[in-house]
């Protein structure tokens, strides 16, 4: 019974924590998009919203309330800023679930678990690509990134159909996570030397990326327990905590130099 109410809490407490991040859970944010959706996504406002939607928006499922969500975003930025607050983090789902079937896989190990932890990793690392993506080309070409999205997606698709209905290869799905990780790894790093000049806070951006991959040596160049407790993989999981903060830092600042950017040139106009 008490083992059955510990499990029930840690579910309770990680499926709180994958609600949303600090900006999600921000009553001004969700006072904005509640008002914004009254206003924006219902009658002839709706009709107005997708009359003027451009259409490639339409087919990656952008909706109105995705578009309240990331305005209100901004705005809430702004008012963090205007405190003197640091940037907060929003709608941090897909790492938070990574994390937690990596957590429940090295708690228990099954079938499901240990799927769910392998294919939720390899999610990420897509998702890392497409926000490469978005970044380097998204902004200017969106339907460009909106494309190749789908692309990743599909890829994604046909990769867990194949470890999940015809063969669960750990060869094929470490070599298949190596050469996604490859990619990002040469097309951050092209973008960040590209623009380092005038971007200074892409250095942090290339420490990342580089470090990440030095880490994943971890996981192919295997080792005998230290003290029969820290694997290699167990190491690199303690390993890639610091990164990931090192790499919001890198997104905080980024996006803070895109808002000053959009600021100028409403200024401008």
Not at 147 to 172: C, E, K, P, Q, W
């Amino acid at each position: 019974m008490a083992e059955q109410a510990a499990r029930l809490l840690l579910l309770t407490a990680a499926l709180g924590l994958a609600w949303g991040s600090q900006g999600d859970r921000e009553p001004v944010y969700r006072d904005c998009v509640l008002r914004c959706e009254e206003r924006n996504c219902s009658g002839d406002a709706l009709k107005h919203f997708r009359s003027l939607q451009p259409i490639y928006m339409s087919l990656a499922g952008w909706t109105c309330r995705d578009d309240c969500k990331y305005e209100c975003m901004w705005v809430t930025v702004g008012l963090y800023l205007q405190e003197g607050h640091r940037v907060p983090q929003f709608h941090g789902k897909v790492s938070l679930n990574a994390w937690f079937w990596s957590t429940v896989f090295h708690t228990r190990d099954t079938d499901l678990t240990e799927k769910m932890d392998y294919f939720c990793a390899s999610a990420v690392i897509l998702y890392s690509v497409y926000l490469c993506c978005v970044r380097t080309v998204g902004l200017r070409y969106p339907s460009v990134a909106s494309a190749f999205g789908a692309l990743l997606l599909l890829l994604l698709t046909v990769h867990i159909s194949y470890l999940s209905l015809i063969r669960f290869d750990y060869g094929y799905n470490m070599m298949a996570n190596v050469a996604i990780g490859l990619v990002n790894l040469a097309w951050w790093l092209a973008w960040c030397l590209r623009n380092h000049r005038h971007l200074p806070h892409t250095r942090r951006c290339v420490v990342v990326v580089l470090l990440l991959q030095g880490l994943s040596l971890l996981e192919l160049l295997d080792f005998p327990p230290l003290f029969w407790v820290l694997d290699a993989h167990a190491i690199w999981h303690i390993s890639t905590i610091p990164v990931h903060i090192l790499f919001f830092r890198f997104l905080e600042d980024d996006s803070l130099y895109l808002l000053k950017e959009s600021e100028a040139k409403f200024k401008l106009a």
